[in-house]
Nanobody, 120 residues
Framework: QVQLVESGGGLVQAGGSLRLSCAAS????????MGWFRQTPGERRDLVAT???????NYADSVKGRFAISRDNAKNTVTLQMNSLKLDDTAVYYC??????????????WGPGTQVTVSS
């Protein structure tokens, strides 16, 4: 089993910054992809940013130029630096990991979510 623990959410004014972190632990041989998704009530969970183990990045158009994702492969952590936050960024943010366990089984996992609220 793999557990994801997120930290860093909270309340911030529009234009401000927040930094989200996520640490993965458990039966991990390799994490293929780590990233962040977000969800508002009644809506689907949408991609924010992902990062495969080779260092490439993938961002939603709505956050390009404002958010930056980074990974520490040795520590199995992923961080999302969020700058110039907008009211529309308000959501529950979920950490995501596509994990290959020892023994070869591959599966994906979600963190419990952390609330980000941007106020005017």
């Amino acid at each position: 089993q793999v557990q994801l623990v997120e930290s860093g959410g909270g309340l911030v004014q529009a234009g401000g910054s927040l930094r989200l972190s996520c640490a993965a632990s458990g039966s991990i041989f390799r994490i293929n992809v780590m990233g962040w998704f977000r969800q508002t009530p009644g809506e689907r969970r949408d991609l924010v940013a992902t990062m495969p183990s080779d260092g490439r990045t993938n961002y939603a158009d709505s956050v390009k130029g404002r958010f930056a994702i980074s990974r520490d492969n040795a520590k199995n952590t992923v961080t999302l630096q969020m700058n110039s936050l907008k009211l529309d960024d308000t959501a529950v943010y979920y950490c995501y990991a596509d994990v290959q366990a020892w023994g070869g089984r591959q599966d994906y996992y979600w963190g419990p979510g952390t609330q980000v609220t941007v106020s005017s």
